[in-house]
T-cell receptor, first 114, second 108 residues
């Protein structure tokens, strides 16, 4: 296991299309987080899972965004009807336990909406 | 919202110590203080974290003020590979809350 894996690394889509990103966490990690990062800013929290349960969602996560983590393993983040403002780096992180442990980040999926 | 405040950028010379400050005056008593760093086009990389006591690991040291309103990340001997954006973050029940970070520049 080499760490958190995200796919694809880059995605260019037309406005109005749906996109789905995948995150494979480190295998024994029970927590999985999604963040969004725009240029020059720090990552912004979107949502997190403990095992398969989605426990927290940011108000940044509009109705067009949905995330799943079936069976508590990999996770998907879907954006419906993409807008230009959705262009960003989408980061996934995983940890074993809560915030008293370190989180491991993937390399991110860079989304460009044209 | 318990955000953290850091200088936008700092510059240091190679092989010298670097002290990166962070203010987190509204942090709650149960939130951890985490530091991550990020290179361009990479995800953040964990550096160190702590709650109340000072912490040391192979990468850095973390000095936490007694009132927990501020902390300092210490890189004991900076190298060119330490040039990155350093984020001081609050680690709470809902994950990490990042600010804009400090862009650390290392001069050879």
């Amino acid at each position: 296991d080499t760490g958190v894996s995200q796919d694809p690394r880059h995605k260019i889509t037309k406005r109005g299309q749906n996109v789905t990103f995948r995150c494979d966490p480190i295998s024994e990690h029970n927590r999985l987080y999604w963040y969004r990062q725009t240029l020059g800013q720090g990552p912004e929290f979107l949502t997190y899972f403990q095992n398969e349960a989605q426990l927290e969602k940011s108000r940044l996560l509009s109705d067009r965004f949905s995330a799943e983590r079936p069976k508590g393993s990999f996770s998907t983040l879907e954006i419906q009807r993409t807008e230009q403002g959705d262009s960003a780096m989408y980061l996934c992180a995983s940890s074993f336990g809560g915030m008293n442990t370190e989180a491991f980040f993937g390399q991110g999926t860079r989304l460009t909406v044209v | 919202d318990a955000k953290t405040t850091q200088p936008n950028s700092m510059e240091s010379n190679e092989e010298e110590p670097v002290h990166l400050p962070c203010n987190h005056s509204t942090i709650s008593g149960t939130d951890y203080i985490h530091w991550y760093r990020q290179l361009p086009s990479q995800g953040p990389e964990y550096v160190i974290h702590g709650l109340t006591s000072n912490v040391n690991n192979r990468m850095a040291s973390l000095a936490i003020a007694e009132d927990r309103k501020s902390s300092t990340l210490i890189l004991h001997r900076a190298t060119l590979r330490d040039a990155a954006v350093y984020y001081c973050t609050r680690g709470g029940a809902d994950g990490l809350t990042f600010g804009k970070g400090t862009h650390l520049i290392i001069q050879p």
